[in-house]
């Protein structure tokens, strides 16, 4: 499956960001999803997961309490709502199966 994500940018401390993963076809909500970053000169770092059902989620705790994954298989769509954004979670933010990734969309948190 191929897989798009959009709803990057530049944004306040504090602010609040919603990313999208717009996949290809149906076949996206037998997948098990994820959000992974990565910052500037850092490694990946596995950010967010949502089952295929949207019943089960998991967050890195850094983000707990501000971002939350969702899905909407009727959509072919995955979605990563951020609140309360801070600059450390500056970094390219990619969607993810267990086989595809998507291109990745920049999120840069600054004043």
């Known amino acids: 499956v191929q897989l798009v994500e959009s709803g990057g940018g530049l944004v306040q401390p504090g602010g609040s960001l919603r990313l999208s993963c717009a996949a290809s076809?149906?076949?996206?909500?037998?997948?098990?999803m994820n959000w992974v970053r990565q910052a500037p000169g850092k490694g990946l770092e596995w950010v967010s997961f949502?089952?295929?059902?949207?019943?089960?989620?998991y967050y890195l705790d850094s983000v707990k309490g501000r971002f939350t994954i969702s899905r909407d298989n009727a959509k072919n769509t995955l979605y990563l709502q951020m609140n309360s954004l801070k600059p450390e979670d500056t970094a390219m933010y990619f969607c993810?199966?267990?086989?595809?990734w998507g291109q990745g969309t920049q999120v840069t948190v600054s004043s």
């Open positions: 076809d149906s076949t996206f909500s037998s997948y098990d």
């Open positions: 993810a199966s267990w086989a595809d």
């Open positions: 949502i089952n295929s059902g949207g019943t089960d989620t």
